[in-house]
């Protein structure tokens, strides 16, 4: 595609309910990231896929949070009898892959999505 | 644990005023470093990036950024900004060329027409 897509755009939930929020990297991107943004924070990093391996899953918060790839396309994480605390912005992020001999590789970024827990 | 700063949460400026933003990281060892931006409505874009060699690094719109290895910096400077510069911005650093960036927490800027 033109670009990185993620559905939905907004996300209201119940405390406790869980939620599937997805991402569509570019096409040929074999890396994958997902991001968390607090309200007047950075992003925080949350998981990479390789591929569809993940080798650093450093950043979940908990065990409510888990993530998954298809292939070098489609991501999904899901969020866990969701809290209040995990009120945020999703960003989603690929790459041609990790590094190169040049250097790290850009990510692209796709929207986000709002995830309001009441 | 590595860490990215930004000094500066909220910048307000008048067109044609100079900009530097301030961003120090943690990190003592080789690092790849970024500056992203987000224009109002807009997705995170690289504005520029530095891995290696000469440390003044150009980006897009007149933007560039000089590294300071001595002292863990990356401050990001226009010489004249322009209402359009209005969005907020992004320090990352890479270590070393793993797969984890680590963003600082951003600086809004409004420049004033």
Redesign the interface.
Known sequence: GA??SQSPSNKVTEKGKDVELRCDPISGHTAL?W?RQRL??????LI?F?GNSA??K??LPSDRFSAERTGESVSTLTIQRTQQEDSAVY?C?SSLG??TS???N???????TRLTVL | AQS?S?HN?HVILSEAASLELGCNYSYGGTV?L?W?VQYPGQ????LL?Y??GDPLVKGIKGFEAEFIKSKFSFNLRKPSVQWSDTAEY?C?V?QG??????????TRLFVKA
Request: overall charge neutral; aromatic content about 24%; hydrophobic content about 30%.
């Open positions: 670009g990185v990231y991001y007047g924070q950075g992003l925080e990093f990479y390789q080798p650093d450093s950043g960003l992020a990790p590094r040049g250097g790290y850009e990510q692209f970024f796709g929207p986000g | 990215v930004q949460h790849n970024f992203y997705h995170l874009q690289l990036k891995f290696s992004f990352a890479n060329g793993g797969f984890k960036t680590i963003f600082g927490a951003g």
